[in-house]
């Protein structure tokens, strides 16, 4: 039995959840370029997403970003989804884009805005019901610009009862997670700017209010896997938001700009017991998902590239011999530990991967198939006319 073959039982299963927004048209606040065929509803977009499944088995379930993704009726729509091969995932709370919200949200002063965001994720939560999704993920773009804008202590005052509002009405078997951001839009402090604030908000509301971990979030040269390591450790670590940047926020295809950087931290997931499903109970198992904008690469292979760098991350940090790695650590043996941990990360695992898609009856090259597969062309005469993705 080769290494890999050890370690192969263990990628079944692999979910990577998809954004619906990565499939509609994104770009910076200098320029938003349009692509031909990109969806103009969101079942066109679950339909996209579908084809990433389909060609992957990597990406089982979409999230949704409301009201960017609103309809009508989300039993139809889950109904929709399934008929496709996929299901509906994370529900996105969305308080940034109305005037209201320009001082805030769950933070603002006025109460009556408060209010407002308050329903808003009222509401979520209430698709939630509908859709049968387990996590609302709330990313608040709440905070100030200049010093004494406002009171930083009362914000985090509003923070608490608002999320604790939030908190009473999700079921026994749905999930809050709080994602932070330590700058923008809100330049000079935000109201949830790193783990540590999220934690102590995550860790007041309940066992069922967890971090969502954003790695376009942090300050450049920010350990990451030290602060997933910590969040296993507190059990508090909910989900990823995976892309990846070189300055800021920049929403890249994940692993593009440092794959040691996501071998890392995927090192981490498994060593703290993340990596796998959800136990029963629902309170374990670390979602993994996407947040990422495809600006001027097509958007269905940006999604097909960037689960396929998960999935090979995942097989090279599965590939860690830890029994090697703790003898080193536990005899002080620094180069010899920092060996282990680099023959896994340099080990090829491509030949092999695409070896095991094709025993599980998927394309070898999922890249290629998409390619081959006629289905770009398809929605590039079909569609016309295709939406802005809400964030831009
Ligand atoms: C904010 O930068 C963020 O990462 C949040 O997750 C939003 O929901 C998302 O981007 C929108 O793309
Ligand atoms: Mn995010
Ligand atoms: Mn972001």
Same mark, same amino acid.
Not at 56 to 60: F, I, N
Not at 144 to 151: A, K
Not at 188 to 194: E, F, K, L, N
């Given at each position: 039995m080769t290494k890999f073959d050890a370690i192969?039982?263990?990628?079944?299963?692999q979910a990577i959840e998809l954004p619906s927004w990565a499939f509609g048209n994104s770009g910076t606040r200098f320029k938003v370029f349009g692509q031909p065929?990109?969806?103009?509803?969101v079942e066109e977009k679950i339909a996209d997403a579908a084809k990433v499944h389909e060609l992957?088995?990597?990406?089982?379930t979409v999230a949704l970003h409301i009201p960017w993704d609103t309809v009508d009726d989300y039993a139809a729509l889950k109904a929709y989804a399934n008929g496709l091969g996929v299901d509906l995932g994370t529900i996105n709370t969305n308080t940034f884009q109305d005037d209201d919200y320009k001082l805030g949200s769950l933070t603002h002063p006025d109460a009556a805005i408060r209010k407002k965001a308050v329903r808003h994720a009222l509401d979520c939560i209430e698709i939630m019901d509908a859709t049968g999704s387990r996590d609302l993920k709330v990313w608040l773009a709440d905070g100030?610009?200049?010093?004494?804008? $406002? #009171?930083i202590r009362s914000r985090q005052d509003r923070l608490a009862d608002a999320l604790a509002e939030i908190y009473a009405a999700l079921s026994d078997d749905q999930r809050l997670v709080l994602e932070y951001k330590f700058f923008e839009p809100a330049f000079?402090?935000?109201?949830?700017?790193?783990w540590g604030t999220s934690y102590a908000h995550v860790a007041a509301l309940g066992d069922r209010a967890m971090v969502c971990l954003d790695t376009g979030h942090h300050a450049p040269g920010t350990n990451i896997e030290f602060i997933v390591a910590q969040l296993l450790r507190l059990g508090k670590l909910g989900s990823f938001d995976f892309n990846s940047r070189f300055?800021?926020? $920049? #929403?890249?295809?994940?692993?593009?700009?440092?794959p040691f950087q996501l071998f890392r931290i995927i090192v981490e997931v498994i060593r703290g017991g993340g990596y796998g499903p959800a136990n029963p109970d629902g309170h374990s198992g670390v979602a993994f998902m996407l947040d990422q904008c495809h600006n001027i690469e097509k958007k269905i292979p940006g999604q097909i590239r960037s689960v396929l760098n998960v999935q090979e991350m995942t097989a090279r940090a599965l590939l860690l011999d830890r029994e090697a790695l703790g003898a080193a650590q536990d005899t002080g043996d620094v180069l010899g530990a920092n060996e282990v941990l680099m023959d896994a990360f340099y080990t090829d695992v491509r030949a092999d991967l695409a070896a095991w898609r094709e025993s599980r009856g998927l394309p070898a090259d999922p890249m290629r198939a998409y390619a081959e597969s006629g289905y770009q062309s398809q929605i590039e005469n079909e569609r016309v006319g295709g939406t802005q993705a809400g964030w831009s």
């Open positions: 192969a039982s263990r990628l079944e299963g065929g990109v969806p103009r509803t992957t088995g990597l990406a089982p100030t610009n200049y010093p004494g804008q $406002d #009171d000079y402090h935000t109201d949830v700017p790193d300055y800021a926020d $920049d #929403d890249l295809i994940v692993g593009a700009a440092d």
